[in-house]
């Protein structure tokens, strides 16, 4: 994988797919930067899980803490920071059924 077009690019929560010596692997991050240089792509990243460390209790009551917080018609809510919740939620969730 060499000859990359050197970037800076920020990165929200998502999956990352790891591919060594023919085995895929999985993370969940939620966040960060890819720096892409020539021959090599490095990604700082905010947090990260593996697929088998996702505790799936624990993201499931936080995806429904965060679409109760999203429903709410509190005038106080954090829009953006419960949008935030959600998707790092969603995100575990997924890559936890890559196990």
Request: avoid cysteine.
């Amino acid at each position: 994988m060499a000859n990359h077009r050197p970037a800076l690019i920020a990165l929200v929560a998502g999956e990352v797919k790891i591919t060594k010596a023919g085995k895929e692997s999985y993370l969940a991050t939620s966040g960060g930067y890819a720096d892409i240089r020539r021959e090599k792509v490095q990604l700082l990243l905010e947090t990260v899980e593996r697929s088998q460390e996702i505790n799936v209790g624990r993201a499931e009551a936080a995806l429904e803490r965060a679409k109760r917080q999203l429903s709410s018609e509190d005038g106080d809510l954090d829009y953006i920071k419960a949008r935030g919740s959600f998707s790092r939620a969603l995100t575990r969730l997924q890559v936890a059924g890559r196990k």
